[in-house]
């Protein structure tokens, strides 16, 4: 099974940046997709965006509101999230987690993104901004 150690959370000033990472270990060889998500004290758990093993797609929600972007390092297998001008709404512990579904149609539908959508998870780092 895969392991999932995220990185990268701390304290950051409104309109500040963050690149989080996700370094991916374990039984990598068939891992199909690696997504970010994100939750905020009393709310639920929403996803933002994932990337394909296979060839590097990427897919986004309207969470990620075109201010995040999902990379990954395929040497070293570490899958990054570049955030950017956050907001006061984006304060939340930030979660990846790996999927092993391998149908293509799984990530352009959004399936990934839904309850269960996803077999393995990091335990979290935690973002806070304030000024």
């Known amino acids: 099974q895969l392991q999932l150690v995220e990185s990268g959370g701390g304290l950051v000033q409104p309109g500040g940046n963050l690149k989080l990472s996700c370094t991916v270990s374990?039984?990598?060889?068939?891992?199909?997709?690696i997504g970010w998500f994100r939750q905020a004290p009393g709310k639920e758990r929403e996803a933002l965006s994932c990337?394909?093993?296979?060839?590097?797609?990427?897919h986004y929600l309207n969470s990620a509101d075109g201010r995040f972007t999902i990379s990954r390092n395929k040497a070293n297998g570490t899958v990054y999230l570049q955030m950017n001008a956050l907001q006061p709404e984006d304060p939340a512990v930030y979660y990846c987690?790996?999927?092993?579904?391998?149908?293509?149609?799984?990530?352009?539908?959004?399936?990934?993104?839904?309850?269960?959508?996803?077999?393995?998870w990091g335990k979290g780092t935690l973002v806070t901004v304030s000024s």
């Open positions: 987690a790996g999927a092993y579904h391998p149908n293509r149609f799984f990530y352009t539908q959004n399936l990934w993104a839904r309850p269960g959508g996803m077999d393995f």
């Open positions: 374990g039984y990598t060889l068939n891992w199909h997709a």
């Open positions: 990337i394909e093993s296979k060839d590097g797609a990427t």
